[in-house]
């Protein structure tokens, strides 16, 4: 059914909305649980598979936060004053094994262990010598500069639980408590293609009535992250015989199959025909622009999409639809929040209720601080250059109409994506 709306754009009823569409695309997937394991040195983005426990305390002893003077707080009169004598020097790496007592103190560098039973370190910028002894005039309360044992990380405690894609910290704290290796999840295989016979590769000149193939690349790009396998299946001719062997082999050993094109009512769309031949394929019209139809299924033991074939539509249902689904594939449960936060629209934007909006924008700060956000003009779903300038999506509701301008929009900045 579809009438007519007011501004001359056409609505269409019975389109799927964008949250179901999703939550079937979820609830389709599982998570694959194989897992092999990796130095330290290349784990960064790869999803922990065991979680990993401490078997230290770190730091492992207790030790001087600064270079200066280890001594009895008690020594310290009530104005902040002292006079001790430097007994001997501690350096970082070496555990120093004699004894400090009362009126007496141990310089020391930052990181070397402080002896018991002294409590507190002096800075050396607050301290005069004067013979061999250190003249203190600063009130020091007991403790201080004191790094205590365990007071990081104690040991026992798990530092990292499964699930987690892990960032450079991540690894650095993995290498803090000892550790050289961790199981991760093995990397997901993920096969992509493009298909049309228009479709050319770039750095060939382009025949009469062809384009270059962006959506291979822009996807591609996409997936180039540690715990991803890319399979190419290059560019496939609108042939139902090519693409069913191409996808049926890549059905064989990719986890997940990603096309472009094809999948809208064209008269050439031979990857619908294809795919009603070769797996359990349904076709969506789903409520989101850019993107509406969209391929979802299996194919041997892959989940199937067939994206739509223009190019920022490509991008928009690959990251509102295929990553999700990656993500539970990969396992990732535990991963740093991805902000979606409100701007000011600098503009008017024009929306039908009843869909999913994706606009492409750019966000900055206005003189006041505020986030403000601008679209990048023209929307069209074949521009991939009002993508390209664009440095994060304007999100707008499923029921919302019109926006004026000086009113709050969800973004999504593509830092937190790409
Ligand atoms: P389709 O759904 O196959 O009719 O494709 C929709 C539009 O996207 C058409 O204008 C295609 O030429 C274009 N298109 C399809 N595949 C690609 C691709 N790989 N790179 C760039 N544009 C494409
Ligand atoms: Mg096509």
């Known amino acids: 059914m579809r009438s007519q709306a007011a501004n001359g754009d056409i609505f269409e009823s019975g389109l799927m909305p964008y949250d179901e569409a999703l939550s079937r695309i979820l609830a389709g997937v599982s998570p694959v649980l194989e897992s092999e ?49 430097i007994k001997d020097t501690a350096l970082a790496g070496e555990k120093y094994s004699g004894t400090i007592g009362r009126g007496e103190c141990l310089r020391i560098m930052t990181g070397a262990a402080v002896p018991e039973p002294l409590d507190t370190v002096v800075m050396q910028e607050h301290v005069e010598l004067v013979d061999g002894c250190i003249k203190l005039n600063y009130r020091y309360k007991a403790g201080k500069n004191v790094r205590h044992v365990g007071e990081d990380i104690k040991a026992g405690e798990t530092v990292m639980a499964a699930g987690r894609r892990l960032t450079p910290p991540d690894v650095g704290l993995l290498a803090s408590v000892g550790v050289c290796e961790v199981e991760v999840r093995r990397r997901l295989k993920v096969a992509v293609a493009s298909t049309g016979n228009e479709v050319n590769l770039p750095g060939r000149p382009l025949p009469a009535g062809g384009l270059y193939d962006s959506n291979r690349y822009s996807l591609m790009a996409a997936l180039s992250r540690p715990d991803i396998e890319i399979i190419d299946l290059g560019i496939l001719p609108d042939s139902v015989d090519a693409l069913l062997k191409s996808f049926n082999e890549a059905g064989e050993c990719a986890d997940v199959i990603i096309s472009s094109g ?153 830092s937190a994506l790409f």
Request: with cysteine.
């Open 262 to 414: 094809g999948v809208s009512v064209g008269e050439a769309d031979f990857t619908k025909m294809a795919l009603r031949q070769s797996g359990q394929v349904d076709f969506w019209r789903v409520a989101i622009k850019p993107g509406r139809p969209l391929a979802y299924g299996r194919i041997g033991a892959a989940a199937f999409f067939g994206l739509p074939g223009n190019p920022v539509a490509v991008m928009v249902t690959f990251y509102f639809f295929v990553l999700p689904a990656l993500e539970k594939m990969l396992g990732i449960t535990d991963k740093p929040i991805i902000p979606t936060f409100k701007a000011r629209s600098s503009e008017d934007l024009r929306k039908l209720p009843g869909r999913t909006e994706v606009q492409r924008a750019i966000i900055s700060r206005d003189e006041n601080g505020e986030w403000q956000v601008r679209t990048t003009g023209r929307q069209g779903s074949g521009m991939l250059s009002s993508m390209s300038r664009a440095n994060a999506f304007i999100i707008l509701d499923h029921d919302s109409d019109r926006v004026s301008a000086g009113e709050w929009v969800d973004v999504k900045p593509f």
């Open 37 to 85: 394991r990796v130095p330290l040195e290349r784990a960064c983005g790869r999803i922990l598979h065991t979680s990993v426990v401490s078997a230290i305390n770190v730091p492992a002893h207790t030790n001087s936060g600064v270079d200066g003077y280890a001594l009895h707080a008690a020594d310290i009169a009530e104005d902040g004053s002292a006079r001790l004598v």
